[in-house]
C-alpha cells in the first residue's frame, strides 16, 4: 500500500524539474477521463513524482483508458509521437500498431495478474514515420490505489530499448560466418556464392543480395551471387555492360564514380520487388564496388537490398561495408590463387619451350661452328713461310674464341637433353683417382701462371667406380674452372677418397667466397652471385647447374661450404659400385649419346683470365698492345688522343688495342677498378669499356666517373653483349655517350670513337671560350651595376637642387599664372625623373639579389591611398581618374608596405599613360579563397597578341606610333613582376588587341583572418600646420644644393646655416649648436659618417638630430649612415613631407 501522505501539493509544485515535469503541470488534464491534476488521487501523485525524479524510462498507463505519463529518460521511445501524440493520451491511440501485443501485457496487471516481464520483445513500432523494427526489454507491474474500485490504479511500466544491441549482435554473427566460411572459397565464383548464403541465412538486415563479378578486359559485370531474388529478373540481369549500361537498372557505373550509392527508386524502377522477411518489400538499396587488390577497375558491385523496417545510418552502413570487405578480400585472395596457378602453369610451359629451344638451337650451332672450327685449325697447322704472323695470330683468336663457343653450345645441348630426359649415361669401372689426377694436372700450367699452388690428392680406391667419362670429365673441369676464375691468390686443392660407400670428390680453393644468402642457390639454372670479384665477369650462369644434374645421373649430390674472404670447398660423393645404376647402362657404349669433352676450352679459357700474357696457344710476337697493361709504346705522335681501354677478355682488349693503335695512344685494364685507378692517375680523352667486368662493372665505373666533378665530361662508350633497346637505354640513361652491341664492325668502332674524340675537343674548347666570355660578362655587369649606383647617385644631386629650388617657387609669393604654372611642370617632371632613376636602381637590386622585403601586416587599402596619391601629379597632368571598387572592410597583408605600393603605382602609371584622354581606370579588389586579386584595367591603346607573352621582359616597351609617344624606359612592369614573385604572388596581363584595353591582374596569397574591419580610401590630408622653428643646419659640399635646401627650409620658418665640409660643420655645430643637422655622406676631408661619429663624441652634440641626406639609398647605405650615429637617412631629392614630418616630431620631443 502506498503511504499517501508522500503525495504533494495538489499543482505538482514538488514534482522534480524537467522537460516532462513541466509538460505534465501545463497539460489540460481536464479534458481527460482523468480530470484536473486537483481531482488526483493522491497515489497518482505519488507515482508521478516518483517516476519524474527516476532517470531510467518510464512509462505510466493510468485508469481504465490507459492515459499516458513518462519521464525524460522515455522521451527517446515514442519518436515523433513525443509530445503531442504520446503524452495524455490513451495507449491504444498511441500504439495502435502494437495494441494487439502490448494490450494483454498490460491488462494482466491492471486486472490483478501478476506483473509481466520480457527479456526481449520484438515490435514493429511507427515512431518515425514507417514501421520500425525494435526490442526492448520490459516489465509492467501494478499499482495499488485505494480511491478505486479495483484497487489498482494503473501500470508502471520499466522500459529499456536495447534495439541497438540485439541488430548488433545479429550483424556480428554475419560477419563472423563471413569470415569463417570465406576461407573454404578457391574461386571468386565461390566467394560470390558463400557469402550469398550467409546472407540467406540473416534476411533481416538484407532482404535480398546481387553480387557481381567484373571483367577488365570486356568490361562486362557477370551475377556470381544472388540470395533473396531470383537471377534472371529485370532486377537481377546476368549480365551487366559496365560502357552500355540501359536506364533504368542499377546505377553501377554512379557506383564506380562515386563508390557507393544508395538507391531509392526500387519499385518505380523495378516490376517486383521480393518482399523478403517482412510484410513490405523494401524500398532501396546500397550499391557499392567490390575493391581490387591491383586494378583501378572494381573486381565487382554488391547490391544490398535495405531492410523496410530499419532506418539507413552510419551504423547500417558500417555492416554493409564490413561485409564488403570480407567479401572482396575473399574475391581477392582467390583471384590472386587463380592467377599464381596460371603463372605457374605458364612458366612451366615457358621452361619446357625454353628447353626444347635450347635444345634445337644448340644443334643449330653445332654445324656453322665445325665449319668455322675445322678451316681455322688447317690454317693454323701450315707452315710459317705461307701464312703471315699477324694472320696466325687472328686465326688463333677465332680458334680460341670458336672453342670457347662450342663449350657453351655444348654445355646448353646437355642441359636441354638432361630436362628433356634424353641424356643417358654411359657407365664404364674406371680408375677414378688415376682419372682425376689426370683431369686435374691440365689446370697447372694455367695455375702457375696465375701464381697459385694447386695440389692433387687422389687417394686409389678400393675398386673401379662406375662413371660416364665423358660426364666425370665435365663434373671435374667446371669445378676447376670455377675455382680458377674466383680465387686470385692462394691455392686450389683436388682431393679424392673413400667415404664409407660413397667415393668424395672435393676441389677447394682460397677464393672470394659465396656470402651465406647465395649458397643456396648457387646450383640454379643462370643464377649468377653478384659482387664476387672473379677474373672475369663471363659466364652463362649454367656450369653449377649443369655439374648437379651430371652428378644426379651417377645417383650422388653435391653441396658448398664457404666462407665470404676465405675460399669455397665443394664436395661431390657418388655411390661406390653399380646396384643403383640402370642395367641397361653399364658398361655399354653409345657414340651418339653425350657430347664428348674437349678439355682444351676449358685450360684456354682459364688462361685468358690472367690480365698479363696471352693464352699459351698465342704467337710469340703477340703485340705489346696485350704483353703489358700499362700503355702501348708511343709510335709516331707523342700528341696523339689517350684512350683506355677496359675489358676482362684479353682476346678483345688485344683486338682493340691493335685497331685503335695506329691513331691514338692505347692504355689497357683488366677490370673497372683497375680503369678508375688509370684515369685518376693519368686523364685520357675517351674510355671505351665492357659493361660485363668482375668487381667493379662498366655501369658502376660510369656512375664513379660522371660523380666526379673532374672526369663528369669523360667521353664514355659502352660495349656489350647484350642486345636490345633496353640495355642501350640504361647505357644512355646510366650516362654513356654512345654504346655498342657486340659483334660489331672494326669500322663502325673506329667511325665512333673517332667522331667522340672530335666532339670532346671541341666540347673542350667550347667550354674554355663559354668561360672567359661569362667571365668577361660578369665583369661587364658588375662594372654595369657599379655604373647605375655612381649614376643615380650623381643624378639625385642635381635633382635635389632642382626640387628644393622648385619648392621655393610654389612657396613664394608670386601673382604670375606664367610662373605658378611652370612651377607645378617642374615639380612633376621631377617626380617622374626620380621615379624613373628609382625603379632602375630597384630592377638592379633585385637582379643582383640584393633588394630585401620588410614584411609586415599591411591593410592593402592603405597601399592602394599612398599608391594613388604617388601617381596623383601624372593622373593631373594626363587628366586621368581612376575608379575604385574595393571592399568596405579592411583587407590584410603579410607584404612590404612601400614595395605593395610601388607595384599597385606601376600599374596605375602604367594605365594612365597609355589611356586616351577621355579613356577610363579601373582598380579592383577581390578576396577569393585563400588569395586577393588586385585588377588593375583600362580602356586605352591595348597590346597586341604577339606582345603578351613578353610584357614583364625587362625593358620590353610595344613599339607603336602612340605609346614611343610615352616615354619610359621599359622596366616598370618588370619591376612589377619580381616585386610580385617576391610576395609570394603572380601577375599576368591581358588585352584582346590594339585599342581595345589592357588588364593586370595581381593575385596575392592572403593569411587567415584577412578581411575585417572597414577602411574607406581618402585621399591623403594636406600637409599638416607649419613646424614650429628650429636650428638647422645644412651640410653639403655641392653649393647649389646646400643653398637650395637651406632656402627651401628658411621659407618654412626655420632658422637654417650651412657647411660644405666635415671640419666646418662640426665648427660651425659647435658655435651654432643646431636642434637638427641635415648632412651629405660624400663630404671633401673627413665623410659625413665620420663627422657624424665625432658629433655624436661631443657632449653638445648627443642630443642634436642627425639627419643623412645622400644620393646613395640602398639597404647597405642605411645600415653604415645607422652605424654612425644618425638618427635617418633620406635620399637625395628630399620628401619635402617626409622631412618636414622629421623636423615635427623633434619639435614635439624637445616641447615634451
Keep these: 500500500m502506498i503511504d499517501t501522505n508522500l503525495g504533494g501539493p495538489s499543482s505538482g509544485a514538488d514534482w522534480a524539474s524537467g522537460e516532462m515535469a513541466e509538460r505534465i503541470r501545463t497539460f489540460d488534464w481536464s479534458a481527460t477521463p482523468l480530470g484536473a491534476i486537483e481531482s488526483w488521487s493522491p497515489t497518482l501523485r505519488s507515482m508521478i513524482r516518483i517516476m519524474l525524479a527516476n532517470r531510467f524510462p518510464h512509462i505510466l498507463w493510468w485508469g481504465p483508458s490507459y492515459i499516458q505519463f513518462y519521464n525524460d529518460a522515455y522521451r527517446p521511445i515514442p519518436g515523433t509521437k513525443h509530445p503531442e501524440r504520446a503524452l495524455g493520451i490513451a495507449a491504444s491511440e498511441c500504439w495502435p500498431e502494437i495494441w494487439h501485443v502490448i494490450k494483454p501485457l498490460i491488462d494482466r496487471p491492471f486486472h490483478g495478474g501478476p506483473a509481466t516481464w520480457d527479456d526481449d520483445i520484438f515490435l514493429e513500432v511507427n515512431r518515425h514515420g514507417f514501421r520500425e523494427e525494435s526490442h526492448f526489454t520490459i516489465a509492467y507491474s501494478p499499482v495499488p490505489d485505494d480511491t478505486v474500485a479495483s484497487g489498482i490504479g494503473g501500470v508502471l511500466a520499466t522500459v529499456h530499448e536495447i534495439t541497438e544491441k540485439v541488430i548488433g549482435e545479429r550483424r556480428l554473427t554475419v560477419l563472423r560466418d563471413l569470415g569463417a566460411r570465406m576461407a573454404d572459397a578457391r574461386t571468386a565464383d565461390d566467394a560470390c556464392a558463400i557469402a550469398a548464403e550467409v546472407f540467406a541465412a540473416h534476411d533481416k538486415d538484407v532482404p535480398f543480395v546481387l553480387l557481381y563479378l567484373t571483367d577488365p578486359a570486356t568490361h562486362v559485370a557477370t551475377l556470381a551471387g544472388a540470395t533473396g531474388i531470383e537471377p534472371g529478373k529485370d532486377i537481377s540481369p546476368l549480365t551487366v555492360d559496365l560502357r552500355n549500361a540501359l536506364p533504368g537498372g542499377w546505377p553501377l557505373r554512379e557506383a564506380m564514380r562515386d563508390g557507393a550509392v544508395v538507391f531509392t527508386d526500387l519499385r518505380t524502377s523495378f516490376a517486383a520487388v521480393p ?21 583501378r577497375e572494381p573486381a565487382g558491385f554488391m547490391v544490398a537490398g535495405l531492410s523496410a523496417r530499419l532506418k539507413w545510418d552510419r551504423h547500417y552502413q558500417d555492416f554493409l561495408e564490413l561485409a564488403k570487405a570480407q567479401i572482396a578480400s575473399a574475391i581477392n585472395n582467390a583471384r590472386a590463387y587463380e592467377e599464381e596457378k596460371q603463372r605457374a602453369e605458364k612458366l612451366a610451359e615457358l621452361d619446357r619451350a625454353k628447353t626444347t629451344f635450347f635444345s634445337n638451337v644448340s644443334h643449330e650451332f653445332r654445324t656453322p661452328l665445325t665449319l668455322m672450327l675445322g678451316p681455322v685449325e688447317d690454317l693454323l697447322m701450315r707452315r710459317s713461310d705461307e701464312l703471315s704472323a699477324a694472320a696466325k695470330e687472328d686465326l688463333a683468336v677465332v680458334g680460341r674464341n670458336g672453342l670457347r663457343l662450342l663449350r657453351l653450345v655444348n654445355s646448353l645441348l646437355d642441359f636441354s637433353r638432361i630436362e628433356a630426359g634424353r641424356m643417358q649415361a654411359t657407365y664404364e669401372p674406371t680408375d677414378l683417382a688415376r682419372f682425376t689426377e689426370e683431369l686435374a694436372s691440365l689446370f697447372r700450367s694455367a695455375c702457375e701462371r696465375a701464381g697459385l699452388t694447386l695440389t692433387v690428392d687422389c687417394d686409389t680406391l678400393p675398386e673401379p667406380a662406375f662413371v660416364d667419362r665423358a660426364m666425370w670429365e665435365k663434373i671435374v673441369l667446371n669445378l676447376l674452372s670455377n675455382a680458377f676464375k674466383f680465387t686470385q691468390a692462394g691455392r686450389i686443392a683436388v682431393s679424392l677418397r673413400t667415404i664409407g660407400d660413397k667415393a668424395e670428390l672435393r676441389v677447394a680453393d682460397t677464393g672470394t667466397g659465396i656470402p651465406a644468402d647465395e649458397l643456396p642457390r648457387i646450383f640454379e639454372r643462370f643464377h649468377r652471385v653478384q659482387g664476387t670479384h672473379g677474373r672475369t665477369h663471363e659466364g652463362a650462369g649454367i656450369g653449377l647447374a649443369l655439374t648437379l644434374e651430371l652428378i644426379k645421373l651417377h645417383g650422388g649430390t653435391i653441396r658448398a661450404d664457404s666462407t665470404p674472404g676465405a675460399g669455397t670447398t665443394f664436395i661431390v660423393e657418388i655411390p661406390m659400385g653399380k646396384a643403383h645404376l640402370p642395367a641397361d647402362r653399364i658398361g655399354a657404349h653409345d657414340d651418339a649419346i653425350g657430347t664428348s669433352t674437349d678439355p682444351r676450352p676449358f685450360v684456354e679459357e682459364a688462361l685468358r683470365w690472367l690480365p698479363h700474357g696471352a693464352p699459351a696457344t698465342a704467337p710469340a710476337h703477340a703485340p705489346a698492345a696485350d704483353r703489358a697493361p700499362e700503355a702501348l709504346p708511343h709510335a709516331p705522335g707523342a700528341g696523339r688522343p689517350r684512350i683506355l681501354v677496359a675489358d676482362d677478355n684479353a682476346d678483345m682488349r688485344q683486338y682493340l688495342a691493335r685497331l685503335l693503335s695506329k691513331d691514338y695512344e692505347v692504355e689497357l685494364a683488366n677490370d673497372g677498378q683497375d680503369a678508375l685507378a688509370r684515369i685518376h692517375a693519368r686523364s685520357v680523352e675517351l674510355l671505351l669499356t665492357d659493361v660485363m667486368m668482375p668487381g667493379l662493372d662498366g655501369l658502376g665505373l660510369l656512375h664513379a666517373l660522371r660523380t666526379d666533378p673532374k672526369t663528369a665530361d669523360l667521353p664514355i662508350i659502352m660495349l656489350s653483349a647484350r642486345a636490345g633497346e633496353e640495355s642501350l637505354a640504361e647505357g644512355v640513361e646510366a650516362g654513356a655517350d654512345d654504346y655498342l652491341t657486340k659483334p660489331f664492325s672494326a669500322r663502325e668502332l673506329l667511325a665512333r670513337v673517332g667522331t667522340h674524340v672530335k666532339m670532346a675537343r671541341f666540347r673542350r674548347e667550347a667550354l674554355e671560350a663559354l668561360r672567359h666570355r661569362g667571365k668577361a660578362l660578369r665583369e661587364a655587369d658588375r662594372r654595369k651595376d657599379e655604373f647605375l649606383n655612381i649614376l643615380a647617385h650623381e643624378l639625385r644631386g642635381p635633382l635635389a637642387t632642382i626640387s628644393n629650388t622648385a619648392h621655393i617657387l610654389g612657396q613664394s609669393r608670386t601673382d604670375t599664372e606664367l610662373a605658378r604654372d611652370a612651377q607645378k611642370r617642374i615639380e612633376r617632371q621631377l617626380r617622374h625623373l626620380v621615379r624613373l632613376v628609382d625603379d632602375l636602381l630597384d630592377t638592379n637590386r633585385i637582379t643582383q639579389g640584393k633588394l630585401q622585403l620588410h614584411i609586415e601586416r599591411v591593410d592593402l587599402q592603405a597601399a592602394i591611398r599612398d599608391a594613388i596619391e604617388t601617381c596623383r601629379p601624372l593622373a593631373e597632368e594626363l587628366e586621368r581618374e581612376v575608379t575604385l571598387d574595393v571592399p568596405a572592410e579592411s583587407i590584410w597583408l603579410d607584404a612590404d608596405p612601400v614595395r605593395l605600393a610601388q607595384v599597385i603605382g606601376n600599374l596605375l602609371s602604367n594605365a594612365y599613360k597609355y589611356t586616351e584622354h577621355g579613356g577610363h581606370v579601373w582598380l579592383s579588389v577581390e578576396p577569393r579563397g585563400d588569395e586577393v586579386l588586385l585588377r588593375v584595367k583600362d580602356d586605352g591603346v591595348g597590346i597586341p ?45 591581358f588585352s584582346d588587341g590594339p585599342s581595345r584595353g589592357s588588364e593586370f591582374v595581381v593575385r596575392l596569397p592572403m593569411p587567415v583572418g584577412a578581411v575585417g574591419g572597414a577602411t574607406v580610401i581618402h585621399p591623403p590630408a594636406a600637409n599638416a600646420a607649419a613646424t614650429a622653428a628650429l636650428q638647422i643646419l645644412v651640410v653639403d659640399d655641392d653649393q647649389d644644393s646646400a643653398w637650395s635646401l637651406a632656402a627651401l627650409l628658411d621659407t618654412c620658418g626655420h632658422r637654417v646655416q650651412t657647411a660644405h665640409d666635415g671640419f666646418e660643420a662640426i665648427a660651425t655645430a659647435e658655435q651654432y649648436r643646431p636642434d637638427v643637422i641635415l ?11 665620420e663627422t657624424a661619429r665625432r658629433i ?13 641626406v645622400s644620393g646613395w639609398g640602398q639597404e647597405e647605405d642605411r645600415r653604415r649612415s645607422d652605424e654612425a650615429g644618425f638618427d635617418a637617412h633620406l635620399v637625395k631629392p628630399v620628401d619635402l613631407d617626409a622631412l618636414l614630418g622629421l623636423l615635427q616630431r623633434r619639435r614635439d620631443s624637445a616641447a615634451g
Design 1079 to 1089: 648632412m651629405d655622406i660624400g663630404l671633401p676631408t673627413i665623410t659625413g659618417h
Design 275 to 295: 518482399a523478403g522477411p517482412w510484410d513490405d518489400p523494401p524500398d532501396s538499396a546500397f550499391v557499392t564496388t567490390i575493391p581490387a587488390s591491383r586494378l
Design 945 to 989: 597578341a604577339a606582345a603578351l607573352p613578353s610584357i614583364f621582359d625587362l625593358f620590353m616597351q610595344v613599339r607603336s606610333s602612340l605609346n614611343r609617344a610615352r616615354g619610359g624606359l621599359g622596366i616598370g612592369l618588370a619591376l612589377v613582376k619580381r616585386l610580385v614573385d617576391m610576395h609570394g604572388g603572380q601577375v599576368e596581363g
Design 1096 to 1108: 655624436r663624441a661631443e657632449s653638445w652634440g648627443v642630443d642634436i638630430v642627425l639627419i643623412a
